[in-house]
């Protein structure tokens, strides 16, 4: 059965800390992975996409990795800020597009002064 | 702010009102999609419109019916809702090729009373 996992369900940090967020999947064949951030009451905003030829990739102070092998992939946050407060959701995808894409439950990431 | 723009931003209505939910993008974008969103829950895909054609239906009851009346726009009419119905309605666009993602409007959110 194609499932998307994530851990903690939520977690809370205090501000200028670092954090590491979880994705365990079974979805095969794969294609992509990605990471949104949705922050309450809005839609989702990718942060990284990554083909399973990839295994790091950047965007700013996030930083995803992919371990194709394992079925594992991490989203690092460095230098929280409280603006980081959101939902982070992992989602696979087999091939064909963005039509059939597994959704993680998310990540509730809480930054605190 | 989104590329991906979602009128209204809240709805309120009964369960015998007819209403409906607009999304419009100008990205050139030849895939749009419609996501339910409950509480804490990932995104449920309901719809997906490919080159104005719908190709992808979910099992959605009939009381919701999507329409696409040019690559721009994606319109869902509402019609005796229920109220297990009230949830954050996301719109999405996407090149629809391999590995491009979703961009997601900033939803509406529906309560039925």
């Known amino acids: 059965k194609n499932q998307v996992e994530q851990s903690p369900q939520s977690l809370i940090i205090l501000e200028g800390k670092n954090c590491t967020l979880q994705?365990?999947?079974?979805?095969?064949?794969?294609?992509?992975l990605r990471w949104y951030k949705q922050d309450t009451g809005r839609g989702p905003v990718s942060l990284t996409i990554?083909?399973?030829?990839?295994n790091t990739k950047s965007n700013g102070r996030y930083t995803a990795t992919l371990d194709a092998d394992t079925k594992q992939s991490s989203l690092h946050i460095t230098a929280s800020q409280l603006s980081d407060s959101a939902s982070y959701i992992c989602?696979?995808?087999?091939?064909?597009?963005?039509?059939?894409?597994?959704f993680g439950t998310g990540t509730r990431l809480t930054v605190i002064p | 702010d989104t590329e991906v723009t979602q009128t209204p931003k809240h709805l309120v209505m009964g369960m015998t009102n007819k209403k409906s939910l607009k999304c419009e993008q100008h990205?050139?974008?030849?895939?749009m999609y419609w996501y339910k969103q409950k509480a804490k829950k990932p995104p449920e895909l309901m719809f997906v419109?490919?080159?104005?054609?719908?190709?992808i239906n979910e099992s959605v009851p009939s009381r919701f019916s999507p329409e696409c009346p040019n690559s721009s726009l994606l319109n869902l009419h509402l019609h005796a809702l229920q109220p297990e119905d009230s949830a954050l309605y996301l719109c999405?666009?996407?090149?629809?090729?391999?590995?491009?993602?979703?961009?997601f409007g900033n939803g509406t959110r529906l309560t039925v009373t």
């Open positions: 419109y490919s080159y104005e054609k719908l190709s």
């Open positions: 989602v696979v995808s087999p091939p064909g597009g963005a039509n059939n894409l597994f």
């Open positions: 999405a666009s996407s090149q629809g090729r391999e590995g491009a993602p979703l961009h």
């Open positions: 990205m050139g974008h030849r895939a």
């Open positions: 994705c365990n999947y079974t979805v095969s064949p794969f294609s992509n």
């Open positions: 990554m083909t399973f030829s990839e």
